[in-house]
C-alpha cells in the first residue's frame, strides 16, 4: 500500500502544500484533493513541494499537469512544482504532452520570492445559509462589492450570476455556503463553496430548460452570461464559479462609450 502525506503549509494569499512519500495511481487521488482544496479558497500562487516525493508512476502526474492548465482559467492561479528532480522533470515533461503545464522551480525559496511580485487581488467573502433570502442577500453583497471596487457596469450581469450560483446551493446543496468574489486581471470571479460533492453539470447540446426544470433554465443563463464557469470538487464539497470580462474604460471625449453603469 503506497503512503503519501500532504501538508498544506499555507493557504492564502499564496497557498504551500509539501509532498511527502509515494505518488502513484492510488495516492494520486489524495494529492488532487488536497490541491484542489487549496485552489477552492482562490490563492494568487499554489507552491507544490515535491522535494521529498518518489514518483512511482508517471501517468500519476498527468492529473496535477491538467489541474495547473484548468487553474490559469479560474481561480487565475499558477501553479509551481519545487523540488523535482531530473527524473521527476522528464516525467512532467511527458505527462504534459506538448501542454503547459505548472510553472518549475528549483526550490521553495524561489517560489516564494516570484509570488511576491504577482498582485494579490481584492476579494469578498459571504456566508449563507440555505434559506429563501439567499439569493436577494447575495444579490446585494454583488452590488455593494461591484460599487467599492468601481466596477458597477457588470453589477447587473454578476448579481444575475451570483443569483444562479446561490439558487442552485439553496435548493441543491442545502448546506452553509459562501460566496466569494474576487477582481483579477480584468475579471470579476464569482464562486459559490457548499456542502454537497454532487457535481453541477452543464446543460446537453441543444437544451432549452422546458416547464419546470428551473435548474436547466439557469445553467443555460450561465451559459450566456459568464464568459466562463465551471465546477471543481472539494475534500467537503464542490465549489462553482463563473468569470465576467470587466469592459475597461474609455478616456473621456475618446468619441467611444465608456461602459460606466
Known amino acids: 500500500m503506497s503512503t503519501l502525506i500532504c501538508r498544506v503549509h ?15 495511481g492510488t495516492s494520486a487521488a489524495r494529492m488532487m484533493v488536497t490541491l484542489r482544496d487549496c485552489l477552492a479558497e482562490a490563492p494568487t500562487l499554489l507552491i507544490v513541494d515535491v522535494a521529498h516525493l518518489v514518483v512511482g508512476l508517471e501517468s500519476a502526474l498527468r492529473p496535477l499537469v491538467v489541474l495547473a492548465r484548468e487553474a490559469r482559467t479560474w481561480p487565475r492561479a499558477h501553479v509551481a512544482l519545487c523540488g523535482a528532480g531530473p527524473a521527476t522533470v522528464a516525467m512532467i515533461a511527458a505527462a504534459a504532452d506538448g501542454e503547459e503545464g ?36 447575495s444579490r446585494q453583497f454583488t452590488q455593494d462589492t461591484c460599487a467599492l471596487w468601481g466596477i458597477g457596469r457588470v453589477a447587473a450581469i454578476a448579481e444575475l450570476v451570483a443569483s444562479e450560483l446561490v439558487t442552485n446551493a439553496v435548493v441543491h446543496a ?4 459562501t460566496v466569494t468574489l474576487r477582481f483579477a486581471d480584468g475579471r470579476l470571479h464569482v464562486a459559490v463553496r457548499d456542502g454537497d460533492p454532487r457535481p453541477m453539470l452543464r446543460p446537453s447540446p441543444g437544451a432549452s430548460g422546458g416547464p419546470g426544470d428551473e435548474h436547466g433554465r439557469g445553467l443555460l443563463l450561465l451559459d450566456a452570461m459568464a464568459d466562463a464557469w465551471g465546477c471543481s470538487p472539494t475534500a467537503d464539497g464542490k465549489v462553482v464559479w463563473a468569470t465576467i470580462t470587466v469592459p475597461v474604460r474609455r478616456p473621456a471625449g475618446s468619441g467611444a462609450p465608456d461602459g460606466r453603469a
Open 10 to 24: 499555507s493557504r492564502l494569499p499564496v497557498a504551500h502544500v509539501a509532498l511527502y512519500g509515494t505518488l502513484d
Open 102 to 137: 505548472p510553472d518549475m522551480y528549483p526550490d521553495v525559496t524561489s517560489a516564494t520570492v516570484a509570488a511576491r511580485g504577482l498582485p494579490v487581488s481584492p476579494r469578498e467573502v459571504l456566508s449563507l445559509a440555505p434559506a429563501p433570502e439567499a439569493p436577494a442577500r
Open 174 to 177: 442545502r448546506t452553509p455556503f
